[in-house]
C-alpha cells in the first residue's frame, strides 16, 4: 500500500486532514484538494471487481442522499496499480459515532427513515442491493440529511455476481445483515434484503440497543442465530400513540422475505401513511 509520502505526491498541493482506519486493502483519508476543496480520496488496488462496481453504481445511477464520485484515476507506483477515487465529502459524523452519545429523538428517527426508504427506492428502480446498511455505513450529515456510504458489496441483480453461487455465507455485517444473505438464498435476495437492515438499524436508533444481539454473543454463529430466532421486543417511541411506527419497523424486521413489505416503494407508501399518526411537535 502506498505510503503517506507517496499520497502527498498524488496531486499538486495536496494536503491530507486525516486518514481513517484501513478497511481491507483500502485507505480511505480526508483531504483537501487543489480543485474540490475537502473531500475523501479512496486508494485501492486496481484489480478489485467490487470497487468497480461501486464506481459504476454510484456515478451511472442518480442516487439522492449518497455521496458524489468527482473523479476516478488509475495510477501505477513501483510496479502496483491503484485506482484513486475523489469523492465528496459529507460533515458529520457516522450514525454508529452518535448513538455512542444516545439514541435519536423521534423526529430525527423519521428524518433516518425516510432518507434511507428513498434511497433503497431509487436502488430498487435500478435493480441494486446494496447489501451493508448499518450505523458505520449512514453519515449523519450537518445539513440535516443522512448519507448512506460504501456500495463495496452492493449487488446488481441484472448483472453476473462477484460471489461465487457455492458460497454457504454471502457478503453482509453480521447482525444487521438478514437472514436470506447470511443463508445466502440468491433467489430470495432483493431491495427486502435492505428494508430488514433499515429495521435493524431503527430499533437501535430509536431504542439505543440492538433488536437482536446483547454485545456478549461468542462468535458470528451465535449473532447469526440469534438474528434468525429473536423476536424484537415491542418499545415505545414518543409520540407514536397508535404504534404505527413500532409495527411498521417490527414488519420491516421479519424474518421470512415475504412477511416484509413487498417492495421498497410499496414500504415508503406504507411509511407515508402512518405519518399523520405521529403525535409530536415538528412532524
Known amino acids: 500500500m502506498l505510503s503517506i509520502k507517496d ?8 494536503l491530507i486532514l486525516k486518514e481513517y482506519p484501513p478497511s481491507g486493502q483500502k485507505k480511505v483519508l480526508l483531504v483537501k484538494h487543489k480543485t474540490h476543496g475537502e473531500v475523501i480520496l479512496k486508494i485501492v488496488p486496481d484489480n478489485d471487481g467490487r470497487v468497480q462496481r461501486e464506481i459504476q453504481i454510484v456515478t451511472e445511477f442518480d442516487l439522492d442522499n449518497v455521496p458524489e464520485i468527482l473523479d476516478v484515476e488509475n495510477i501505477t507506483i513501483s510496479g502496483e496499480s491503484y485506482r484513486l477515487i475523489l469523492e465528496q465529502y459529507i460533515e458529520g459524523p457516522t450514525l454508529g459515532e452518535k448513538l455512542t452519545v444516545g439514541k435519536l429523538s423521534t423526529v430525527d428517527g423519521l428524518r433516518l427513515l425516510s432518507d434511507l426508504l428513498n434511497v433503497v427506492v431509487k436502488l430498487e428502480e435500478v435493480a441494486v442491493v446494496h447489501r451493508d446498511i448499518k450505523p458505520g455505513n449512514i453519515i449523519c450529515g450537518n445539513d440535516g440529511r443522512y448519507y448512506l456510504i460504501d456500495f463495496g458489496i452492493a449487488r446488481q441483480l441484472n448483472n453476473a455476481s462477484l460471489t461465487m453461487t457455492q458460497a454457504p455465507v454471502g457478503p453482509h455485517t453480521p447482525g444487521y445483515g438478514a437472514p436470506e444473505l447470511f443463508q445466502y438464498r440468491k433467489k430470495d435476495i432483493d431491495s427486502r434484503a435492505d428494508l430488514f437492515s433499515i429495521g435493524v438499524v431503527l430499533f437501535e436508533a430509536l431504542t439505543g440497543e440492538h433488536p437482536f444481539l446483547t454485545g456478549n454473543e461468542m462468535d458470528v454463529n451465535e449473532i447469526w442465530y440469534r438474528t434468525k430466532t ?39 407508501e406504507w411509511y407515508e401513511a402512518l405519518l399523520p399518526t405521529i403525535e409530536i411537535r415538528g412532524v
Open 230 to 268: 429473536t423476536i424484537p421486543k415491542d418499545f415505545t417511541i414518543e409520540g407514536d400513540k397508535n404504534l404505527q411506527l413500532n409495527g411498521f419497523i417490527q414488519t420491516l424486521m421479519q424474518k421470512h422475505v415475504t412477511r416484509r413489505p413487498p417492495s421498497a416503494k410499496k414500504a415508503l
Open 7 to 14: 499520497i502527498e505526491g498524488l496531486y499538486e498541493g495536496l
